[in-house]
């Protein structure tokens, strides 16, 4: 089995088709070079450094951050097994999370802005089993969440969020 069928099957990767999903996109601004920047978003490790939301994150396979690189991540009460199933560097990284209540994708995108760089992050939850039928209220926990990370992610990034609305 090849590398990216392991993570593919580690992974499960069919598409909610519902309307379950809960999308939250920010965008943030910051005077550290796109290297600096792309090297501190895509080390999973590095999410309970600027997501309020994330108790724990622990590299479990892999060397360094990468693809195939895998992550136990403890967000509240949920412990979720992440997967890095796209890595391109210095651009843009993609890791899905699962979790038998819950699925999510989380997107990096990291482009050059003048002097720094440009973030663009985007989380998308898919609820699952018995907390599907709750979805309409985790989309407002999801949004609250996703600022509170939003406004970490400046924090650790010493920018700023950009005011744009995706």
């Known amino acids: 089995m090849t590398e990216e069928a392991a993570v593919a099957d580690a992974v499960d990767n069919t598409q909610a088709d519902d309307g379950s999903m809960i999308t939250y996109t920010t965008v943030i601004d910051t005077q550290s070079s796109p290297e600096a920047t792309f090297a501190f978003m895509a080390d999973l490790v590095n999410l309970e450094r600027w997501d309020p939301g994330t108790k724990q994150s622990v590299q479990v396979a892999g060397d360094g951050p990468g693809l ?95 005011n744009i609305h995706l």
């Open 68 to 162: 195939g690189a895998r992550y136990d991540v403890k967000v509240g009460l949920l412990s979720m097994h992440y997967a890095v199933e796209e890595f391109h560097e210095p651009s843009s990284v993609l890791a899905r999370g699962t979790h038998p209540f819950v699925r999510s994708t989380d997107s990096m995108r990291v482009e050059p802005r003048g002097d720094g760089s440009r973030v663009t992050y985007q989380a998308e939850l898919t609820p699952r089993g018995p907390l599907k039928l709750l979805s309409p209220m985790l989309d407002r926990v999801f949004q609250r969440m996703g600022d509170d990370a939003a406004e970490g992610l400046a924090r650790a990034l010493n920018g700023r969020r950009a």
